[in-house]
């Protein structure tokens, strides 16, 4: 029995086994200083070139720092001072633009700074944990990893750092700096009446957000309608195309039905043509003078001058989205419901038909509930997609029809539509980022919220 | 009964027949116009009083303005390098996370799954700064690499799908290949990506057709460089005000050129697509 209860000793053998606060407590002196003076507990313990890529890393950054980062820091927290001035030269006799700093740079130098801060700290940990690491192995008499040995860790144990290194970076240029950045934008007083290099905009706090939900004021105004507007855009197109999908996936599977595949290509048919273009005729087709106007007209249902205002009337505008939207959604739920379909158990149908039951019975009782349980996933996908539709929108209607009620807001506009409008249109970008962490709120708050709600999250086995 | 389940067998066929009639009439549309002989916008009518193959002859020998077939160029090549750099992001980062255990693999998936929720081009202007800093919208050459590193650069969080896929890939494989004395790049490179065609078919033409049908990150970037326009920013710019009564027809006719590829493209990733979300080898 003596053998389970021996307290097993770690071995560290690699530099990701030990904690960092671990590495700072055990480690001797030269593995505590490796933390400040990257690569010297390698460099003592002949692992040169390992030592020396920490040790040049962190003289890199050091020398950013002397050179630009400090300055770049105290740019970030004032945003720039000197704001652009106008000079008359008499000599010339124009006005000459001195140079002042550019509020917009400062923040992104900044952030960039900050960025390059984090990965140096990051450097220094792995620094210490590589030197403690080296310790324990020369403490243990066990042998110490050449440069060679760590190049070939790289398709080992390592691998993952190996295969990592070129997207994170990817993702970190494309995507987690700008976030950041427009993160920061939502508490400064980056609008249109402050536009860099031109003038200067500084930190506002929560500013933003207090106008965006301040009574009476004309944010507030179109804030909320906007949103209830995507909210309720979400839950329709989300749940009419999701229905009526599956109605035509039951309506093509059922048994009577001859030449599936026929049937079937001529709805894929619609999703294979790319989405602008059959976004960008359906308006035309829709225009006011487009051939379902011309339609109407032949049929004499409208005047021959008059036309129908699809796009034009606020609500005729909500329904034919909405309709629209059917037509390019419905096939999408047909191909990807077909599958599941198939894959309900027969018995259940078989057994609901001995006892009586009518077909919309069958659909409410057996198929629903089956492909919700299969699908819920799915939806909540579908709806965060629907919240950010921005191509059904902006090539519909645009966002239109506008309305002088809102601000810089159309009566279809969607939070992202918005957000587009307000930042590449009005450039009040602090308002746009103030909108976009919005969205990010509904939408982590939707997906928790319903994801833990779902039977398949909280009943895996349910139809097994 | 046997005449009841007849008339119902009708009617779903009839009601089919009228459902894919609407389904198809737009496309048909489409075709239609793009055949026009008349120029000019919108019609009294909507029969074409004449057929014509001039509209497509007219995209290939444009003008300044509207210059089909480098746009068609422009956005082939862009898609291929995007494709390439994109589909490697995403088998590096879902095999790792498929395959390899590390400190940081939880955390790294749900840091994914966040910055998924943000809207996509929020941080658009931020992108479009950094590219501007780093020189790379000086010249119309250059934005094209900066369009190819927007496409790909985020790419590595897609890996969703794919990490299913590997997923599937049966374990006992990679360990007889340890066992044999391979290391883990081997394991990658000679046994799952040969086993992960339809995967990687799917990553691929997915990542491809992404730079036909975007138009807001290629607007933002290309600006008014007409000439290094991508096929969708170009189409747009046909309809707009000043040029719709030139160009409408030709929009059309555009519009089935660029469909009739991505259309065969997407109806080949269907099938990718079921095995790929079916999984790989089975037993």
């Given at each position: 029995m003596g053998i389970f209860n021996k307290k097993i000793q770690p071995v560290y053998t690699k530099p990701g086994d030990a904690g960092v606060s671990q590495a700072f407590k055990n480690g001797n002196v030269m593995t505590k200083l490796s933390f400040f003076i990257f690569g010297l507990g390698n460099i003592t313990n002949r692992q040169i070139v390992r030592g020396l890529i920490f040790l040049a890393i962190e003289i890199g950054y050091f020398i950013y720092l002397v050179s630009f980062g400090i300055g770049a820091l105290g740019d970030f927290?004032?945003?720039?001072?000197?704001?652009?001035?106008?000079?008359?030269?008499?000599?010339?006799?124009?006005?000459?633009?001195?140079?002042?700093?550019?509020?917009?740079?400062?923040?992104?130098?900044?952030?960039?700074?900050?960025?390059?801060?984090?990965?140096?700290?990051?450097?220094?940990?792995?620094?210490?944990?590589?030197?403690?690491?080296?310790?324990f192995r020369k403490e243990k008499g066990m042998s110490i990893p050449s440069f060679k040995d760590d190049i070939r860790s790289l398709t080992e144990e390592n691998l993952h750092a190996f295969l990592l290194a070129f997207p994170i970076f990817g993702i970190l240029c494309f995507t987690i700096v700008p976030l950041i950045f427009m993160i920061l934008i939502a508490f400064t007083s980056y609008d249109h009446e402050h536009q860099p290099p031109g003038n200067l905009f500084t930190w506002v706090g929560l500013e933003n957000f207090k106008s965006m939900f301040s009574q009476g004021s004309k944010l507030a105004a179109t804030f909320w309608p906007v949103l209830s507007w995507t909210l309720i855009w979400a839950v329709v197109a989300t749940v009419t195309c999701y229905i009526l999908g599956l109605l035509l996936a039951l309506l093509i599977n059922r048994k009577g039905t001859r030449a599936k595949g026929f049937w079937r290509f001529m709805f894929v048919l619609s999703v294979a043509v790319p989405q602008f273009v059959t976004l960008l005729s359906m308006r035309t087709i829709f225009n006011a003078n487009g051939p379902v106007n011309v339609l109407f007209r032949e049929f004499g249902m409208i005047g021959a001058t008059e036309s129908i205002p699809f796009f034009t009337n606020p609500l005729y505008a909500k329904i034919t989205i909405i309709c629209i939207n059917i037509w390019i959604g419905v096939p999408f739920t047909m191909l990807s419901t077909t599958g599941i379909l198939q894959n309900i158990p027969g018995e259940l149908y078989e057994a609901a038909k001995i006892d009586g039951a009518s077909a919309p019975t069958i659909f409410r009782k057996i198929t629903l509930p089956y492909m919700l349980f299969v699908m819920t996933p799915n939806l909540i996908t579908s709806f965060t997609g629907n919240i950010n539709n921005f191509n059904v929108i902006f090539l519909l209607s645009g966002g239109g029809p506008d309305s002088l009620d809102y601000y810089y807001a159309g009566k279809t506009d969607l939070l992202v539509t918005w957000l587009y409008r307000l930042t590449i249109t009005q450039k009040d970008y602090n308002l746009g980022a103030v909108i976009g962490i919005l969205v990010f709120i509904i939408l982590a708050t939707v997906s928790l919220l319903t994801y833990r709600r779902t039977g398949s999250y909280k009943d895996e086995g349910a139809f097994q | 009964m046997r005449a009841k389940r007849i008339i119902t067998d009708t009617a779903c066929h009839i009601l089919l027949a009228i459902l894919s009639f609407i389904w198809v009439l737009p496309i048909f549309y489409v075709v239609l116009t793009s055949f026009r002989e008349e120029s000019g916008s919108y019609k009294s009518y909507i029969w074409p009083r004449g057929f014509t193959l001039d509209n497509y002859i007219n995209l290939f020998h444009g003008n300044n303005n509207v210059n089909f077939s480098r746009w068609f160029m422009n956005t082939l090549i862009i898609a291929i390098f995007s494709t390439l750099l994109s589909a490697f992001f995403v088998l590096c980062v879902s095999y790792v996370m498929s395959r390899l255990r590390f400190k940081m693999r939880k955390t790294f998936m749900n840091i994914a799954l966040v910055l998924g929720m943000f809207p996509g081009f929020m941080s658009m202007i931020a992108v479009y700064y950094i590219l501007k800093g780093l020189g790379l919208l000086e010249t119309g050459v250059l934005k094209q690499v900066a369009l190819v590193l927007v496409y790909s650069g985020g790419a590595g969080l897609g890996f969703y799908m794919a990490k299913g896929f590997f997923d599937t890939i049966p374990k006992t494989i990679d360990e007889a290949a340890y066992i044999d004395g391979a290391t883990k790049w081997d394991t990658f490179v000679k046994i799952t990506v040969p086993l992960s065609k339809p995967i990687i078919t799917y990553t691929l033409i997915t990542a491809f057709m992404g730079p036909w049908v975007d138009y807001i990150f290629a607007k933002v970037i290309m600006g008014n460089e007409t000439p290094y326009y991508t096929i969708a920013i170009g189409l747009w710019t046909m309809l707009e005000q000043e040029y719709v009564e030139y160009y409408y027809t030709q929009f059309y006719a555009g519009c089935v050129i660029i469909s009739i590829p991505i259309a065969i493209l997407f109806l080949l990733t269907q099938k990718c697509y079921v095995e790929g979300v079916s999984g790989a080898v089975k037993g």
């Open positions: 927290i004032t945003l720039g001072t000197v704001e652009q001035g106008q000079v008359y030269n008499e000599a010339l006799g124009i006005y000459e633009y001195s140079a002042g700093d550019d509020s917009m740079l400062c923040l992104l130098y900044g952030v960039i700074t900050l960025v390059l801060t984090a990965a140096a700290v990051f450097v220094g940990c792995m620094s210490g944990k590589s030197a403690y690491c080296t310790q | -």
